[in-house]
């Protein structure tokens, strides 16, 4: 992000997605995703992370966002989750017992250690930069219609 100061609420309609995306940004960090179907009243539509998820969006070129700055104000479990969807390649999937075993302190075999992954995918606070929609049999954070087209831009 080029302005570390940035902060505020930034909303674009997104004819492909029939909703907004709506960006939470604070320190230059992005503290949220969403697709609302209404913009925040206070929301503006400048901003750079919201040009690339367009970009990414428009599915012509492959767009990643490992260098935007997520802040995760999550325990440290759920953060290891995250952190490891994050490294899903763009146009790849996996399933939520392979999310488990790529994170660190989590035993696919676990029947709570499983459920943390799905819980933390379903309460994902930045959707698309945290590519939930990756994971094949776990909820997603974004709205079901919301995810099926995320997984189409990738051919998912």
């Known amino acids: 992000m080029d302005d570390e100061a940035v ?8 004819p492909y997605l ?7 940004v604070a320190s230059g960090r992005v503290l949220s ?8 009243e206070n929301a503006t539509s400048d901003h750079d992370v919201l040009d690339r998820i367009f970009e990414y969006l428009d599915g012509v070129d492959e767009i990643t ?4 700055q997520v802040a995760l104000t999550v325990p440290t479990d ?12 763009y146009g790849e ?3 939520v017992t392979t999310l488990a075993r790529m994170t660190p302190e989590l035993d696919p075999d676990d029947e709570e250690d499983v459920t943390l992954v799905r819980t933390t995918l379903d309460e994902n606070p930045a959707p698309i930069l945290i590519p939930d929609h990756r994971v094949r049999d776990g909820p997603s954070a974004a709205p079901p219609a919301i995810e099926q087209k995320l997984r189409s831009v990738e051919e998912l």
Do not use: K, M
């Open 65 to 68: 966002f490992d260098d935007v």
């Open 78 to 89: 759920r953060r290891a989750v995250l952190e490891q969807v994050r490294t899903i390649p």
């Open 33 to 40: 995703v969403s697709f609302p179907e209404e913009p925040d």
């Open 93 to 95: 999937s996996i399933d």
């Open 7 to 14: 902060a505020g609420i930034y909303a674009r309609g997104s």
């Open 18 to 24: 029939e909703r907004y995306v709506q960006v939470g």
